[in-house]
């Protein structure tokens, strides 16, 4: 016990304990109510499987969109002062508070058939974005990668940059100081970012059922999975959902350290 | 010349307007306090902070010229630079290390002759974490000199390291820049370091040069309040005539100088002796005084003596005992001409 700790108030220890039940039953309401003998039958179903497998691809290749448009763009909000840096960050974060259905509306008013630049792709290539896989991913990429974006940016920002000066002055041009030194320093928070980005398009919904649609097995995700499987079905739906929080404990078992100021 | 260079750039309120120059095989330390620009001026030779004006030629290439428009990037100057606090790469092994440069220039990596010349063999697959003070010290020298640079830039190579680490490296700091057969210019604020390690001594104070010269000059002669002070001996600036120094803070001195006009003093605090009654003796300076300060110095007191001329001296803990030094005390000192050093101004 840190004896310098003030006593706590009763309500306050009364009102943390509700917050915690708050967060707790629902989890414990999931595992009574989980039909654990029909387990292997639900999630092995066609649906189960093909919103499974469709999830893990289009999250692994959103979090792979997020990484190579991200670190740059994480790179450049740290590194140069030009005019307009703090509304370049404001539309960075802004997917992070914005309703993800506004951010599915907003998707479908740029690459919509009738978009900004859905139109051109549409009429000029015959490329349809929206009720696509393509289009799954890009929601995704869409409402993941200011994640990245803010944990990579948040590293660069901590590293000393004399190692750079001191790489460049051993003759490293700035592509290899980029690649032996800038990201080998940030790699931890490099992966943090990643596996952030990977969950938060795993998740995925809003976005996701507002321009890709909820088609099984083109844009019917697990998430998109469950909420179709809630009106037909409740025992698949909690199988699904079981699914996703064992991900999500995965995830956040791996970053502990990172994040919960545990030891990694 | 490895490097010679008339440096002018402005950061923020500084205002650094310095001439280097550094013959190849020579040492030249940069002496100076805290914030006088020292390490500004080897970053604007490695090019990680280009000047305003004026010009920087490494052997006879200009690398920086900002009325021609020349600038080479770090990276193209072969300029080998070993930072104050090292920064050896902490996710790459010693090896790694010292390997980094030699494979940016795609030359053949035997970075060998290196390892055995500062005795890294045993150290190559640690990490960074894992060495002490020295040996981080002498990686990150093997790892600029593994570059073949044509000019070698120390920052404060000894400032990381304690007391008893820093003889030593002290010394083989020395040897190794003996066999380096391009310039070194170093930066340091220790005079040891300087006086140790360098052939021609230039002292920086507040982004300007105040003295420049060969070691054992600059020691013997110093012209500034700083480097006087560094040094351990006081400075007198006045007017000589006859022998008979005018001091401009008031009081005179007699010296054996045969120069006339503006000149510069200086005393060593040990060659002033104190005294209870007045000295009988050859002394040609005699006179009483009021102890106006007392610092302990090593293992010597170092006497503030209240002008004119305000002076030090420098007497032995046993000494302050025997006179019954106190502030205040009213006391006889004694200096003989012959050591005052006079020079012109």
Same mark, same amino acid.
């Given at each position: 016990?840190?004896?310098?700790?003030?006593?706590?108030?009763?309500?306050?220890?009364?009102?943390?304990?509700?917050?915690?039940?708050?967060?707790?039953?629902?989890?414990?309401?999931?595992?009574?109510?989980?039909?654990?003998?029909?387990?292997?039958?639900?999630?092995?179903?066609?649906?189960?499987?093909?919103?499974? @497998?469709?999830? =893990? %691809?289009?999250?692994? &290749?959103?979090?792979? #969109?997020?990484?190579? !448009?991200?670190?740059?763009? $994480?790179? *450049?909000?740290?590194?140069?002062?030009?005019?307009?840096?703090?509304?370049?960050?404001?539309?960075?974060?802004?997917?992070?508070?914005?309703?993800?259905?506004?951010?599915?509306?907003?998707?479908?008013?740029?690459?919509? @058939?009738?978009? =900004? %630049?859905?139109?051109? &792709?549409?009429?000029? #290539?015959?490329?349809? !974005?929206?009720?696509?896989? $393509?289009? *799954?991913?890009?929601?995704?990429?869409?409402?993941?990668?200011?994640?990245?974006?803010?944990?990579?940016?948040?590293?660069?920002?901590?590293?000393?940059?004399?190692?750079?000066?001191?790489?460049?002055?051993?003759?490293? @041009?700035?592509?290899? %100081?980029?690649?032996?030194?800038?990201?080998?320093?940030?790699?931890?928070?490099?992966?943090?970012?990643?596996?952030?980005?990977?969950?938060?398009?795993?998740?995925?919904?809003?976005?996701?059922?507002?321009?890709?649609?909820?088609?099984?097995?083109?844009?019917?995700?697990?998430?998109?999975?469950?909420?179709?499987?809630?009106?037909?079905?409740?025992?698949?739906?909690?199988?699904?959902?079981?699914?996703?929080?064992?991900?999500?404990?995965?995830?956040?078992?791996?970053?502990?350290?990172?994040?919960?100021?545990?030891?990694? | 010349?490895?490097?010679?260079?008339?440096?002018?750039?402005?950061?923020?309120?500084?205002?650094?307007?310095?001439?280097?120059?550094?013959?190849?095989?020579?040492?030249?330390?940069?002496?100076?306090?805290?914030?006088?620009?020292?390490?500004?001026?080897?970053?604007?030779?490695?090019?990680?902070?280009?000047?305003?004006?004026?010009?920087?030629?490494?052997?006879?290439?200009?690398?920086?010229?900002?009325?021609?428009?020349?600038?080479?990037?770090?990276?193209?100057?072969?300029?080998?630079?070993?930072?104050?606090?090292?920064?050896?790469?902490?996710?790459?092994?010693?090896?790694?290390?010292?390997?980094?440069?030699?494979?940016?220039?795609?030359?053949?990596?035997?970075?060998?002759?290196?390892?055995?010349?500062?005795?890294?063999?045993?150290?190559?697959?640690?990490?960074?974490?894992?060495?002490?003070?020295?040996?981080?010290?002498?990686?990150?020298?093997?790892?600029?000199?593994?570059?073949?640079?044509?000019?070698?830039?120390?920052?404060?190579?000894?400032?990381?390291?304690?007391?008893?680490?820093?003889?030593?490296?002290?010394?083989?700091?020395?040897?190794?820049?003996?066999?380096?057969?391009?310039?070194?210019?170093?930066?340091?604020?220790?005079?040891?370091?300087?006086?140790?390690?360098?052939?021609?001594?230039?002292?920086?104070?507040?982004?300007?040069?105040?003295?420049?010269?060969?070691?054992?000059?600059?020691?013997?002669?110093?012209?500034?309040?700083?480097?006087?002070?560094?040094?351990?001996?006081?400075?007198?600036?006045?007017?000589?005539?006859?022998?008979?120094?005018?001091?401009?803070?008031?009081?005179?001195?007699?010296?054996?100088?045969?120069?006339?006009?503006?000149?510069?003093?200086?005393?060593?605090?040990?060659?002033?002796?104190?005294?209870?009654?007045?000295?009988?003796?050859?002394?040609?300076?005699?006179?009483?005084?009021?102890?106006?300060?007392?610092?302990?110095?090593?293992?010597?007191?170092?006497?503030?003596?209240?002008?004119?001329?305000?002076?030090?001296?420098?007497?032995?803990?046993?000494?302050?005992?025997?006179?019954?030094?106190?502030?205040?005390?009213?006391?006889?000192?004694?200096?003989?001409?012959?050591?005052?050093?006079?020079?012109?101004?």
């Amino acid at each position: 016990m840190n004896k310098t700790t003030a006593p706590a108030p009763r309500l306050l220890i009364a009102l943390a304990f509700l917050a915690l039940a708050f967060l707790l039953l629902p989890l414990i309401g999931l595992l009574l109510e989980t039909p654990w003998t029909r387990l292997p039958e639900l999630l092995t179903s066609q649906a189960a499987t093909e919103a499974l @497998r469709l999830s =893990l %691809v289009t999250s692994l &290749l959103a979090a792979f #969109f997020a990484t190579i !448009l991200g670190v740059p763009l $994480a790179w *450049v909000l740290a590194r140069k002062e030009f005019p307009g840096h703090r509304l370049v960050r404001g539309i960075v974060l802004l997917p992070l508070v914005l309703p993800p259905v506004v951010g599915g509306v907003t998707l479908l008013t740029a690459f919509g @058939r009738r978009g =900004l %630049v859905g139109q051109y &792709l549409y009429d000029w #290539f015959g490329i349809q !974005l929206p009720f696509s896989t $393509a289009g *799954v991913v890009m929601a995704a990429t869409f409402v993941a990668m200011p994640f990245l974006v803010i944990t990579v940016e948040g590293a660069l920002r901590s590293i000393d940059t004399r190692y750079e000066q001191a790489a460049r002055t051993l003759g490293a @041009r700035p592509r290899t %100081v980029l690649f032996r030194i800038t990201i080998p320093l940030i790699s931890a928070s490099l992966f943090a970012g990643i596996v952030l980005a990977w969950a938060r398009a795993l998740g995925e919904f809003g976005a996701t059922i507002t321009f890709a649609g909820n088609f099984p097995g083109v844009t019917q995700t697990l998430p998109l999975a469950v909420y179709s499987a809630l009106e037909v079905s409740r025992d698949e739906a909690i199988a699904l959902s079981l699914v996703l929080l064992a991900i999500s404990l995965t995830v956040l078992v791996s970053l502990r350290g990172r994040f919960l100021g545990g030891r990694s | 010349m490895s490097v010679n260079a008339r440096i002018i750039t402005r950061v923020g309120d500084f205002h650094l307007d310095a001439e280097i120059a550094c013959e190849p095989g020579e040492t030249v330390a940069l002496l100076g306090p805290n914030g006088a620009g020292k390490s500004t001026v080897l970053r604007t030779i490695s090019g990680l902070l280009p000047i305003d004006d004026g010009y920087i030629r490494i052997d006879a290439t200009t690398v920086d010229e900002p009325a021609t428009d020349a600038f080479i990037p770090p990276e193209h100057r072969r300029a080998g630079m070993v930072f104050q606090d090292y920064l050896l790469f902490p996710h790459m092994t010693v090896r790694q290390n010292v390997e980094f440069g030699p494979r940016n220039q795609r030359k053949d990596h035997n970075v060998a002759p290196w390892i055995d010349a500062l005795d890294l063999g045993d150290l190559l697959n640690r990490k960074p974490a894992q060495l002490s003070g020295g040996q981080a010290q002498r990686v990150a020298l093997a790892r600029a000199l593994a570059t073949d640079p044509r000019l070698l830039l120390l920052d404060e190579p000894l400032a990381a390291l304690d007391a008893a680490t820093k003889a030593k490296v002290r010394g083989d700091l020395r040897h190794y820049l003996q066999a380096f057969a391009h310039g070194t210019v170093i930066v340091t604020h220790d005079p040891l370091d300087a006086l140790v390690l360098a052939d021609r001594i230039v002292v920086l104070e507040n982004g300007r040069v105040t003295q420049h010269g060969p070691t054992a000059q600059v020691a013997s002669e110093p012209r500034t309040d700083y480097l006087a002070a560094l040094l351990g001996v006081t400075l007198i600036r006045g007017s000589v005539h006859d022998g008979v120094i005018a001091c401009d803070g008031g009081g005179t001195l007699i010296s054996s100088t045969s120069l006339s006009g503006s000149v510069v003093a200086v005393i060593r605090p040990q060659a002033i002796s104190l005294h209870t009654n007045k000295p009988e003796g050859s002394a040609r300076n005699v006179w009483q005084t009021t102890v106006a300060a007392i610092d302990a110095h090593h293992d010597q007191v170092r006497i503030g003596l209240a002008g004119p001329p305000a002076l030090t001296a420098a007497v032995t803990p046993a000494a302050v005992a025997e006179l019954a030094i106190a502030p205040g005390l009213q006391i006889w000192a004694s200096l003989k001409a012959t050591d005052i050093a006079v020079y012109a101004s």
